[in-house]
């Protein structure tokens, strides 16, 4: 269908659809025939690709191997336990994958686009226009178009206001195209139907309205839909550590096997056994959990994100946040409550105090603590009109279940409060909007600093209602209303003016100036081409002030973020005293810190930024395009950069930080798009959290690694120190484990354990620390201190407890069951050990990883099993142990926990005796 070609009504007839929408009835009905409002979606989880990607671990395909040469040479007992292992091994991978993916997917679906709409209205006057999932659009919804969103459809423009829209997705031109609402021609090309709206394409500036005309696949984006094929799966600079530190230890655990091949047949074992063994020596020196273990670790702490209102939209950003050095944050509605209260009303000469709170319309106007009446002050009524009609906002109200009505703001927050202010005197939107016909605007932009409405009345005037930032709207007026005149707008008013906004600012109220002017219509593009040139054309009317109080948990956070080393930076566009006076409050602005303001920045080269921007605090009056400029500057100074946005405008910084984070209640559809984190309470302190959870998930990776690395050097040394100390003390050669066993060991009990470390919580001390290096190593020189310590207490005390069973039963199967137990053992010893580098468990608490420590009763359960239940005594090679022998056991295996905790003892008063000596 050639919808650009047929008249806007004709459009709406053949959709069956009105300008008020359609029926939420009528939506079901049509998400039925036409599918959901999305492209094809990438390949859904495939379960049985994740149980075939288990199996192709190379490992697995090593053991599977075994499996079927034990088979061949008739070794069935052998190979029973080999599949039994790799079946539990591959199950609980499988299933522990599955949950870390779809919780993944389900963290992409709490970002997914979203569009206002109108619905539900077509018998009422005024509609309902409602915020909705993108995917949920229909053919006939009517879509509300406003600078910053991404267009959710193809649509047909029925109204449009300046409407612009960046279409170089679909087209590759770069200049927005200015959108019409009439037919056009039906011969013209997609890059030329001015009125169609194509979904994926991005509304620059401007407003409007259009009817969604096809949805899916049928839009022009699905007609090529082959060309936007999704992207490979992310791999995180994290995961590529891990890869790179498993082919490490894959090289030195085939040069461990080889040499334990070579001992074997120089000390005369059979081909087949020592062969067998060389290969269990290689399953146990190589961590293959890593990669699974990494993808749960990265789940958990990416839900946990999501929990803390701070969803992850690119992986690799989890690895960033816990390297963080800056914040760089915006005031309004991110360090505030972005529920705007007008305080003061400048006009008449007069202050006006404006009681009541947040966006419930009850309150009072009092001069000196006496209330006043609308009308006593002869320009408040023109002001408060002003403030009403150059105004997108809508103000709402519902009731709750309990029958108490709440009131909240559609649209800008700042907006929304001056429509709560008139409507404290009874003037409200809607009514007055039937009078005064708005028929064109310009929008406000960040470089503007204003906007203006234009309005038809009813002796076919044209009234122009202008707001924006006082010093901008004093430059466009040569006359002021004041007491029911309008009289020449003086330097001496305009200095009083300037000196009365300052002192307000102050008193960090954020200010707003209006004016006014009637034309002709005749002279309504002149008139506008008159403000473009920065004409003095209007008529001021006053002043308004209004507070965004701190969020009340913001000034903790800044705390915690200088006790992280993490510096905090507000970047604002609102005025240098209103940000200083906030800035005081919450303790960004530190003693002897900068205000630098959007001029200042101007005039700083490069250079001067870069020695400044380290001591700077506060960045007042910015525009999107300085906040790039601060975020270039602090990356040249080496700082990993988290910054907030919002707008179209900060796209650019936010793509340019490494960590965008977009607003999820105020920001645009392009923001979020450029970012790599959206929060969904727009608020800093959810910042700081994610921050604190990206150290948590590389603290909680490093736990694993240390765990699974502490096993694998413990059984390849005590493996190879047997093979060599064995024959000495004995004259003969005996296996320290059967194969089997190391495959138990390092399957079985490894398997059940390591995971359950990727689910600890935060340590106390996680935010204590200054920010790691981004290049820094998974393994550092303390860790790997650690590593041997603990290696080599495992291989001295299953040596000890195999020759102890020797030398005291003189059975093998009875020294290598209480080796292999001993191992079993040590290992869930060293899970206890590994939930904190620094933390004795006692401080941490016995039962604070619930996890852990339903693994350990698993990992000792199915030891027991393997000792005492006749089949995989026949299976394992193992025989019952006397209690006396679980005593011994217990005893020596607890060695590497008694160990550690006297380690971390000596640790803290070394760091102790540090600490008082440079305090001193």
């Known amino acids: 269908m050639n919808w650009h070609s047929i008249d806007k009504e004709e459009v709406f007839n053949k959709l069956k659809s009105t300008p008020k929408g359609l029926s939420e009835e009528e939506v079901k009905r049509r998400l039925a025939v036409y599918g959901f409002n999305q492209l094809k979606e990438d390949e859904p989880i495939n379960k049985f690709a994740i149980l075939i990607a288990q199996l192709k671990n190379p490992i697995i395909s090593i053991i599977l191997i075994t499996a079927f040469i034990t088979f061949i040479f008739g070794k069935y007992a052998d190979t029973i336990v080999i599949i039994l292992v790799v079946l539990f091994n591959t199950i609980i991978g499988y299933l522990q994958e599955y949950k870390a993916e779809t919780s993944l997917q389900a963290l992409k679906l709490m970002v997914s686009p979203e569009c206002d709409v109108i619905r539900d209205c077509p018998e009422e006057k005024t509609c309902i226009e409602m915020r909705i999932k993108a995917n949920e659009i229909v053919p006939g919804d009517v879509i509300l178009l406003e600078g910053g969103d991404k267009v959710p459809a193809d649509a047909r423009i029925f109204e449009a206001i300046n409407l612009e829209i960046d279409e170089s997705m679909l087209t590759g031109e770069s200049v927005s195209v200015k959108k019409i609402v009439n037919a056009i021609d039906e011969e013209v090309n997609v890059a030329d139907r001015r009125n169609i709206a194509y979904a994926g394409t991005v509304i620059t500036y401007g407003r409007g309205k259009a009817v969604v005309v096809e949805t899916g696949m049928n839009t022009e ?388 930024l870069d020695d400044k921007i380290d001591n700077i605090s506060i960045f007042a009056r910015v525009s999107p395009e300085d906040k790039y400029k601060i975020v270039s500057s602090l990356k040249r100074k080496n700082h990993i950069v988290c910054m907030t946005g919002d707008g179209v405008n900060d796209a650019p910084a936010l793509k340019a930080a490494d960590i965008g984070v977009a607003m999820g209640i105020a920001g645009t559809e392009v923001a979020k798009e450029a970012s790599e984190m959206v929060l969904t309470d727009d608020d800093f302190s959810s910042i700081v959290s994610a921050v604190e959870e990206g150290r948590v998930i590389f603290q909680n990776i490093r736990k694993v690694v240390k765990y699974l690395v502490c096993t694998n050097v413990g059984e390849i040394a005590v493996i190879i120190l047997a093979l060599i100390l064995l024959p000495i003390l004995f004259g003969e050669t005996f296996l320290i484990f059967t194969p089997v066993q190391i495959l138990w060991v390092n399957l079985v009990t490894d398997g059940v354990l390591d995971v359950t470390l990727a689910m600890e919580g935060k340590e106390s001390d996680v935010m204590a620390h200054k920010p790691r290096r981004p290049e820094e190593p998974i393994f550092n020189k303390e860790i790997l201190v650690n590593i041997v310590f603990v290696g080599v207490l495992m291989m001295f005390g299953t040596l000890f407890m195999f020759i102890y069973a020797l030398n005291q039963y003189n059975v093998l199967l009875k020294a290598q069951t209480m080796a292999f137990t001993t191992m079993a053992m040590f290992q869930v010893f060293n899970s206890l050990n590994c939930r904190s580098r620094t933390k004795s468990l006692f401080e941490m608490g016995m039962t604070s990883n619930k996890y852990l420590i339903g693994a350990i009763i698993l990992s000792i359960t199915l030891q027991i099993c393997a000792v005492y239940l006749i089949i995989f005594n026949a299976l394992l090679g193992t025989v019952p142990l006397l209690p006396f022998d679980w005593l011994l056991i217990v005893l020596i295996s607890s060695s590497v926990f008694i160990g550690d905790e006297i380690r971390k003892a000596l640790r803290k008063q070394v760091i102790k005796r540090k600490y008082s000596k440079t305090s001193k």
């Open 221 to 608: 984006i699905g007609q090529i839909a082959e060309l936007i094929k999704g992207t490979e799966k992310e791999k995180t600079p994290l995961q590529s550590k891990l890869s790179d530190l498993v082919k490490i230890f894959a090289i030195v655990a085939l040069i461990a096997s080889g040499t334990t091949f070579l001992l074997g047949i120089i000390l005369g074992i059979e081909l087949f056994e020592i062969f067998f063994f060389a290969v269990a020596s290689v399953v146990s020196a190589i961590p293959e959990g890593l990669p699974v273990v990494m993808t749960i670790t990265l789940a958990v702490g990416v839900n946990r994100m999501a929990k803390r209102k701070a969803i992850i939209r690119k992986l690799h950003a989890v690895d960033t946040l816990g390297a963080a050095t800056v914040i760089c944050t915006d005031k309004t509605g991110t360090l505030t409550t972005n529920q705007m209260t007008v305080r003061k009303i400048f006009v008449d000469n007069k202050f006006i105090d404006v009681t009541g709170a947040g966006f419930t319309p009850e309150g009072k106007f009092e001069i000196n603590g006496e209330e006043i009446e609308i009308n006593s002050l002869k320009t408040l009524i023109p002001l408060l009109k002003t403030a009403t009609l150059c105004n997108n906002a809508r103000l709402r109200s519902h009731k709750l279940e309990t029958e108490e009505r709440v009131w909240d703001v559609y649209g800008d927050p700042t907006e929304g409060a001056l429509l709560v202010l008139s409507a404290k005197k009874g003037i409200h939107k809607e009514e007055i909007e039937e009078n005064y016909t708005r028929i064109d605007e310009i929008p406000f932009n960040s470089k503007l600093k204003y906007m203006v409405t234009f309005h038809k009345n009813s002796s076919k005037e044209i009234l122009v209602y202008l707001k924006g930032a006082p010093e901008v709207v004093l430059n466009l007026c040569s006359k002021i209303f004041l007491n029911g005149d309008i009289i020449d707008l003086t330097q001496v008013e305009i200095d009083k003016i300037n000196e009365i906004t300052f002192q307000m600012a102050k008193n960090a109220l954020r200010n707003l100036a209006f004016a006014s002017q009637t034309i002709s219509i005749d002279q309504l593009e002149s008139f506008k081409e008159a403000l473009e040139r920065g004409e003095k054309k209007l008529v001021f009317q006053g002043v308004v002030g209004m507070i965004d109080p701190p969020r009340p948990e913001v000034k903790d956070s800044i705390k915690l973020c200088k006790k992280a080393g993490i510096m905090v930076i507000m970047a604002t566009g609102d005025h240098k005293i209103t940000a200083e006076a906030i800035g005081t409050e919450i303790g960004i602005l530190k003693k002897g810190s900068l205000i630098v303001t959007g001029e200042d920045l101007k005039s700083m080269s490069e250079e001067e």
